[in-house]
């Protein structure tokens, strides 16, 4: 029998039984599945969609926004094998220590484990998701013709490894194919919950095809592996009508959705004409010689079957340093130079105050936008619950309310000035401030999300902040999990596709113990 079962084809009313049964087939879910192919365990991984783009599976994330203006949220997130990896740009940096900490500025932060909890996951990530090695200082990936900067005062510089970027639905399919203890159920939505009396202990799933016709997966654990909002909407939906109930000890299912806020700030000149910032303006590929100590770190590590790659692309940004976010009560945020722009502007300014520039009609600068990314604070009026519209399945829509607060335009406003200081400090360069954030910085104007769903099941000990364990269980239920970026606390500065694939790996392992 394939290890790929189009749930179309099966008889009304099966049961199916296994071991662990992980609900959808993106970044997380795959990790898990793979983590635990070859194992003595049965595992069940079911998708929505199947291994295309389907419009009328893809109009199932259809939901309302309100609040602040967001991209429709059924273009935010693919619905079908691999999900959102099919059309990822493949940014990858984990989050920094301060990021896990409790920080007493930043309301509703603090991760009940810490960075070096997880470094050993994030190494194993960097290999699922075909990048280098576990290496993030701006110093190992600097070269003399783009040279780590080291900025002055309260900025730092941050590094981004990309991935190709992996396409988990294609790299990792034939590799589930063959694993003989791996079924991947695809055109099947979860609809149900069935719960023991107390609905402590979810004894199986209901899923239903577009078509119409339904199928039970029971299985001894159960992860939840479907995004930021669905993750939500899903756990919203037992407790609504025509769902057993869970036992959820936490009323804060689909509170605190967090996103980075990208947004341009100013436009940065290059004041030198013999200084460089290429390690911050684009992506640039180092390839990876024998004997190069990350390449050889790599393969004293390695084993047969992982991928090896044979160069990498890497970029920096400059982020406010750990003091500052201290000293100044900041959230994390990084500038990243963008699209190198004409100079007209600000040529004349730029002259008249650098010493050693030339003519500007002789001399040509570089220019570019500074957009920053930063981290939303814990927000519990920012979220997701359910509208009144239902989708094609009969469940209730998702509708997101996405909220900015004071610390995040204290943050925007103060990471541009602290930028444009230590700019200036080196003499590497000139800021120009938009109008807007000297007077109307609360408009956030040209804002936008990353796309990154974050925190709306986030992790704590403590079940009144929380909605999952520090093992991602479900708080009162004993056998449900939560993986991806929507058990994030607080998200720093980082996208979040390393970390959740870290946390999927370490979620992997806890499965395997709890099945033994």
């Known amino acids: 029998m394939s290890a790929f079962i189009d749930a179309r084809s099966l008889a009304a009313d099966t049961v199916v039984t296994t071991d662990v049964c992980v609900i959808g087939a993106g970044a997380a879910g795959i990790t898990i599945a793979r983590d635990l192919a070859g194992t003595r365990h049965d595992v069940c991984l079911v998708e ?64 009940p484990i810490s960075r070096t909890d997880l470094v050993p996951f994030y190494e194993r990530a960097q290999r699922t998701l ?63 919950f069935s719960t023991t009396p107390a609905g402590d202990n979810v004894e199986s799933l209901v899923f239903r095809t577009l078509e119409g016709n339904s199928f039970r997966v029971a299985a001894r654990s159960f992860v939840l592996a479907c995004g930021g909002i669905e993750n939500a909407r899903i756990l919203l939906l037992a407790n609504d009508e025509g769902g057993d109930g869970l036992a959820i000890e936490s009323d804060e299912v689909g509170r605190y959705f967090m996103e980075h806020a990208h947004v341009t700030t100013g436009m940065c000149v290059v ?41 990498v692309a890497t970029r920096g940004g400059l982020r406010i340093s750990d003091e500052a976010q201290r000293r100044d009560g900041l959230l994390n945020a990084v500038g990243i130079l963008v699209s190198p722009r004409s100079p007209e502007a600000m040529t004349r300014h730029v002259h008249n105050t650098i010493s050693h520039a030339a003519d500007p009609e002789d001399q040509a600068l570089e220019a570019y936008d500074v957009r920053l990314q930063v981290e939303q604070a814990p927000n519990r009026d920012s979220s997701v619950t359910l509208g009144d519209e239902r ?59 990353g796309n990154h769903h974050i925190g709306t099941t986030r992790m704590s000990d403590d079940t009144r902040s929380g909605v999952v364990d520090r093992d991602c269980r479900v708080h009162g239920v004993s056998n449900l999990f939560v993986a991806g970026s929507s058990v994030f606390p607080t998200g720093g500065f980082a996208n979040p596709t390393l970390t959740l ?12 113990d709890v099945a033994t």
């Open 501 to 512: 694939t870290a946390l999927a790996h370490r979620l992997a392992d806890h499965l395997a």
């Open 391 to 449: 989708d094609a399945l009969g469940l209730r829509r998702a509708r997101l309310d996405w909220r900015l607060s004071e610390l995040d335009t204290h943050t925007i406003v103060r990471a541009t000035y602290l930028l444009a200081r230590a700019l200036g400090q080196t003499d590497l360069g000139r800021f120009r401030i938009d109008d807007w954030l000297r007077t109307d910085p609360a408009s956030f104007e040209g804002a936008y999300g």
């Open 271 to 311: 004041a030198d004409p013999n200084a460089s910032l290429d390690l911050y303006a684009g992506r640039a590929r180092r390839r990876l010689f024998e004997g190069d100590g990350i390449l050889a770190r790599i393969e004293n590590r390695i084993t047969r079957t992982e991928f090896v790659p044979r160069s």
């Open 130 to 192: 075909q990048l280098a090695d576990f290496e993030y200082d701006a110093e190992a990936w600097a070269t003399s013709g783009r040279p780590d900067v080291a900025v002055a005062g309260d900025v730092r510089s941050a590094m981004w490894q990309f991935s190709p970027p992996t396409r988990f639905g294609d790299v990792y399919r034939e590799e589930l194919e063959q694993a003989p203890n791996v079924r991947v159920f695809h055109h099947a939505n979860m609809t149900a």
């Open 48 to 111: 929505s969609g199947g291994f295309e783009l389907e419009p009328e599976t893809q109009e199932l994330y259809r939901g309302d926004v309100v609040g602040r203006p967001y991209l429709p949220l059924e273009a935010s997130r693919l619905r079908y094998f691999g999900g959102s990896t099919n059309h990822w740009a493949g940014w990858c940096a984990p989050l920094d220590a301060l990021d896990f900490e409790k920080r007493e500025w930043v309301p509703g932060s603090g991760w």
